[in-house]
């Protein structure tokens, strides 16, 4: 698993150079990871390379400035890019993606998590394109040898 989750934070940097939106959050856009809150200001939406493509939605809580970034974030993999709102699953890294559910993974300097369950039910809203989740309260596992933590986030994609 740990493998997984340092492939998809790769991928996340990596995406950065596809498209970056670096516009302030036009609303209220955080989520919590442990017992701190993080505020959303860039975004960045695209698709991966290599192996299965999947649409990587990267949200931080500081623009990403050259190669080792200090930036925390909340990441978001869909199968491919939601186009419609609904109720998605949240299920672990390494089950296989439909058009009915994502992975979740977080981080930054203080330590990298994954979601690694299955049932909980997240609102993907689609606005003009745009994408927000709002996660409820779930537990995250660390991949890098912290205690697990709860996860909540009310994020969307910059304008």
């Keep these: ?6 492939l998809v934070i790769t991928l996340a940097l990596f995406a950065a150079g596809c498209k970056k939106n670096d516009t302030a ?5 955080s989520w ?10 860039a975004s960045n939406k ?14 931080w809580d500081a623009v990403p400035v050259g190669a080792s970034p200090t930036v925390n974030s909340i990441n978001f993999t869909f199968q491919t ?3 419609t ?21 977080a981080g930054g300097p203080g330590g990298t998590y994954a979601y690694n369950s299955v049932g909980v039910k997240a609102q993907v809203t689609v606005t003009n394109g745009k994408v927000k989740v709002v996660v409820p309260e779930v537990s995250m596992m660390s991949t890098t040898g912290q205690p697990a933590v709860k996860l909540t986030a009310n994020v969307q994609e910059m304008n």
């Design 81 to 83: 890019a939601p186009t």
């Design 32 to 41: 919590t990871l442990g017992s701190t809150t993080y505020k959303a200001v």
């Design 25 to 29: 959050a036009s609303v209220e856009s």
């Design 85 to 105: 709102s609904g109720s998605y699953e949240l299920v672990g890294l390494g089950t296989a993606l439909n058009a009915n559910n994502f992975q979740l993974s």
């Design 1 to 6: 698993m740990k493998k997984a989750f340092i």
């Design 46 to 59: 695209g698709t991966t390379s290599g192996g299965t493509a999947t649409t990587l939605l990267s949200i």
